[in-house]
C-alpha cells in the first residue's frame, strides 16, 4: 500500500506543477499581449496607416456635410493651404477641401485631411484670416492631436487593439473613421491641445509671409456675432468642440505681441476667389479692367444665367469695373 | 526502486514546469520585441473575412434651405445641379452673407440640427461609394510646384519652406 500511494503523492504533485504552469503561462501571455498594445498604441502610426485612416475618415466627414465642388476655390484653398503647411516642415501632402454646409467651422484629419466650410469661408475677411485657420489645422496634424487622442483611447481599452501594427481595411477601418470623426465633431478638443495649435498655427502663417494675427482677427469676429437661431446653428459645433474664444483670444494677443505686424493680408486676392462682385451684364465673356494676378490675366470667361455673369476663371474685388464683349 | 520512482516523478514534475515557466519567458520577450509583423498579419487576415460596412447606405444630407437675403450679391461660379450656380452661403444669421441667391437648391446647414450639433444619425451612417471615391480624389488633389511658387510670389509671401523634419 505504500509503494502506490507514494506514486499516487507523486503524480498528483506533476499535476498540480502542471496546473500551475499552465495558469502562469496563460497570465504571461495575457500581459504580454497588453504589454504588446500598449507598446504598439504609443509608437505614431505609419505613414500608410496614417493615410488609410485619414482618407477613411475624410470619406466620413464627406458623407456627413458632402463637398462643396468648386474647383478654382478648391484650388485657391489648397495654395493657401500648401504656403502655410511648407512652413510646418513636416513630410507629408497635405489636402484641403471644401465642405458644404453653412456651418463655420474647420476640421483636420489624420494624413494631411483639411477641410474648412463654405459659411466659414463666406465670413473670413482676407487671406491672412483663412491662412490663420487652416495654419491651426496644419498644425493638429503636425503635432498628431487626433492621433494621440485614438491611441490614448485604445490604451485606456484593451479590447481594442486593432490597428496597433497593421494597416487597417474593410470594417475595421470604417469604425475607426467612424470613431474619428465622431471625436472630432462631438468632444471638445483639450486646451492644451487646441493652444499648441493656435501657438504653431501662428508660426506656420507668420512664416508664410501672412499678417500672423489672421486667425485671432477671425476667432474676434466670431465673438461679436449676434445670438440668433441661426448664428447658434452655424457657430454650434464650433462652441463644443473648442475652448472658449475668450481665452484663445487672450492667449493669441500674448502670443502676437513676439511676431511682426507687416504681414500680408491680401484681402483683395481672397475677394477675387471667395466673395463675388455684383455683376448684372448680359451676354459674352466679362473682362475685368483691374487684372488680379492669380487670376492669369485680366480676361475672364463666364458664362450668363438667369441674367447675371457667372464667371469660370476667378472672382474680381467688389468695385471691378468691367467690359463684355458679345459672344462671337 | 521506491525511492527511485519518486524521485524521477518529481524530477519530472519540475522539468515540465521549469521548461513552462521558460516557454512562458521567452514567448513574452518575443510579443515584446516582435514591432509589428505577426500580429498586424493575423489581424489583416482575420479582416479579410469580414464583410466591409461601406456602401449601400448612401445618406444624403439634411438640406434645409435658408432664407435668401437681398444683398445683391452674384451667385458663384460652381454649376453643381446641371447649369446652376451653387451660392456660398445661405444663411442670414448676423454673421456676413457673401452670396444670396434664389438657386438655394444646395444651400443649407448639412448635418446639423437647429443647435448646431452634429446629427447622430449622420455619425452612424456608412460611407457611400460615392463619398470614399470623393476622399480618393481629393487624396489625390496636389498643387503643382510652379502654381505655388507663382502664387506665392504675387502674394508678397515667403517663397521658401521650412527645413524638413526627420
Known sequence: ?328 | MKGQVSLGALLFASVLAGSGYTLSLSLQQQQQNNNSGQQGQQGQQSQQGKKSQQGGNQQQGNQQNSNPSQQGNQPGQQQNNGDKPTPLFGGSIGLKSSRQTKDSATLGFNGVDPNGQVQKAMLSASVSPADAMKAQQLAQTTVAPADLTQFLQDGGLNPNAAAQKP
Open chain 1, 1 to 328: 500500500m505504500k509503494k502506490p500511494s507514494r506514486i499516487l503523492i507523486a503524480l498528483l504533485g506533476i499535476a498540480v506543477l502542471s496546473q500551475t504552469s499552465s495558469a502562469q503561462l496563460g497570465n504571461v501571455l495575457k500581459n504580454a499581449q497588453k504589454a504588446k498594445s500598449i507598446a504598439d498604441n504609443n509608437k505614431p502610426w505609419t505613414p500608410d496607416q496614417e493615410q488609410a485612416i485619414g482618407q477613411a475618415s475624410a470619406a466620413k466627414l464627406i458623407n456627413v456635410f458632402r463637398l462643396y465642388e468648386n474647383p478654382d476655390m478648391v484650388k485657391y484653398v489648397n495654395l493657401v493651404g500648401n504656403a502655410v503647411a511648407r512652413q510646418s516642415g513636416r513630410s507629408i501632402a497635405y489636402h484641403f477641401g471644401i465642405l458644404d454646409t453653412d456651418v463655420v467651422t474647420a476640421v483636420s484629419l489624420p494624413g494631411g485631411y483639411i477641410f474648412i466650410t463654405r459659411g466659414a469661408l463666406a465670413n473670413l475677411k482676407n487671406e491672412s484670416e483663412l491662412a490663420g485657420v487652416l495654419a491651426h489645422e496644419v498644425a493638429h496634424i503636425d503635432k498628431r492631436h487626433l492621433e494621440r487622442e485614438i491611441r490614448a483611447q485604445k490604451n485606456a481599452d484593451f479590447a481594442k487593439t486593432e490597428a496597433a501594427s497593421h494597416v487597417p481595411v474593410g470594417a475595421e477601418l470604417a469604425n475607426m473613421a467612424g470613431s474619428i470623426v465622431t471625436r472630432s465633431l462631438t468632444l471638445q478638443v483639450s486646451r492644451d491641445k487646441e493652444s499648441e495649435a493656435d501657438k504653431f498655427g501662428v508660426e506656420y502663417s507668420s512664416k508664410a509671409g501672412y499678417d500672423a494675427s489672421g486667425l485671432r482677427n477671425f476667432l474676434q469676429f466670431l465673438t461679436s456675432v449676434p445670438a440668433t437661431p441661426e448664428s447658434k446653428r452655424a457657430l454650434g459645433l464650433w462652441g463644443s468642440t473648442h475652448p472658449p474664444l475668450p481665452d484663445r483670444i487672450n492667449s493669441l494677443n500674448a502670443l502676437l505681441a513676439n511676431y511682426p505686424t507687416d504681414g500680408q493680408k491680401l484681402a483683395e486676392r481672397y475677394a477675387w476667389y471667395v466673395n463675388p462682385p455684383a455683376f448684372t451684364h448680359e451676354g459674352g465673356t466679362a473682362t475685368a479692367e483691374a487684372p488680379a494676378p492669380a487670376a492669369g490675366g485680366n480676361e475672364v470667361d463666364g458664362v450668363v444665367v438667369q441674367g447675371v455673369v457667372v464667371l469660370n476663371g476667378g472672382k474680381l474685388p467688389d468695385g471691378t469695373k468691367v467690359k463684355v464683349r458679345p459672344q462671337q
